[in-house]
């Protein structure tokens, strides 16, 4: 199986730069597996397709504003940092551009300027950042920090601060609880608490699982033969009772719809026969998904538009079809739909 395979012209102007007016103003793509057929509605037209009430389960992980803007103190060349790792006695792992010109020792500062961090060495791609001068970091990647948006979403040190805010809110669902995200799980932010509250008035219920999305999420495939990809791994949580809602639903052939490929791939890698643990089941999920997988916890799933030859397509074609979702893909350009993390929703049933 080849990367090429996977490939499809994307005009740049369908990648979505800003989210739309609201969050359920989107557009909802519905592709059925068994009737083969592609209908376009709204978003808030999602409980209507729902109808046999299946357990929805959602990521209810909170990203970080891990994203800073600063310089090398000794030389003032500007830096960008994106942490990707819990900070530990003051100490983290970074994404850093222009990692290679860092000496040890070397003192960073970000802005505004209360923030500094010394260069300790580098893990693989990874810089070791010690942090000094700071008593509450989590309070200041709150007020200081930014999003860490995907690079196909043009953001920069000089960004207003009214985008700024729109990002904070926009790109974090509204049922996000559990801090440790690089990236939002992005089929989440469509909805809305009162949409939510309609789906459960309807009888779906909901589950949560928490994958705390990695920089992996952002790492192409650089092989031409799909199989010799390999996934960063990342840790995920599911609680004793979000664990007995989704066993319990798959025992009764309940439909389970997966919101998301972070929640799908979080199903794909547990053993529901396991017994729950008192504390939670936990762990890390490698899982690379591609067509040829066969699903053995996931019926539904809901997720955005993505890249061509990312994993995140790779995932998609395996689950509604190569063909299938080929061709929906064709159509969303044709049709004009706004692409990835801010962009336009499918469904497949």
């Known amino acids: 199986m080849k990367l090429s395979d996977f490939d499809f012209e994307l005009p740049s102007d369908l990648i979505a730069q800003v989210p739309p007016s609201t969050r359920n103003a989107s557009r909802l793509m519905v592709v059925d597996r068994k009737t083969e057929t592609i209908s376009h509605h709204s978003f808030n037209d999602l409980p209507e397709f729902l ?35 819990p900070v530990i006695n003051g100490t983290c792992k970074a994404l850093l551009k222009g990692l290679s010109k860092l000496k040890q020792g070397d003192v960073l500062k970000f802005l505004p300027d209360s923030l500094k961090a010394t260069f300790q060495g580098r893990e693989g791609s990874f810089a070791v950042l010690k942090f000094i001068e700071s008593d509450d970091l989590s309070a ?21 601060p009214a985008l700024n805010l729109l990002d904070r809110e926009r790109y974090q669902t509204v049922f996000a609880e559990k801090e440790g995200a690089v990236a939002a799980p992005t089929a989440g932010l469509h909805f809305t608490p009162e949409l939510l509250d309609k789906m459960s008035q309807n009888q779906i219920d909901t589950a949560y699982i928490t994958l705390k999305v990695g920089p992996g999420t952002f790492q192409s495939i650089r092989t031409e033969e799909i199989t010799e990809h390999v996934m960063e791994k990342e840790a995920f949580e599911i609680s004793p009772e979000n664990w007995e809602k ?62 061509p030859k990312s994993t995140l397509f790779l995932l998609t074609c395996a689950f509604g079809g190569t063909r299938l979702i080929k061709g929906a893909y064709e159509e969303a350009v044709n049709k004009k739909y706004r692409f990835f993390s801010y962009g336009d929703a499918m469904l497949i049933l």
Do not use: W
Request: charged fraction near 25%.
């Open 51 to 85: 109808q046999n009430s299946p357990l929805m389960v959602l990521n209810n992980v909170k990203v970080t504003p891990a994203k800073l803007y600063g310089f090398v103190e000794k030389s003032g060349r500007e830096v960008d940092v994106l942490l990707t790792s």
């Open 140 to 160: 200041e990647l709150n007020r200081s920090g930014r999003m860490p948006l995907p690079p196909y979403i043009k953001r920069g040190k000089d960004d207003s």
């Open 246 to 307: 989704i066993r319990t639903a798959k025992d009764k052939r309940q439909a389970i719809l997966a919101v998301g490929s972070t929640s799908l791939r979080t199903l794909e890698s547990i053993n529901l026969k396991a017994t729950p643990q008192e504390g939670g089941n936990s762990g890390r999920t490698g899982i690379f998904i591609y067509p040829g997988h066969v699903f053995k916890n996931t019926d539904l799933l809901l997720t955005n538009f993505h890249l």
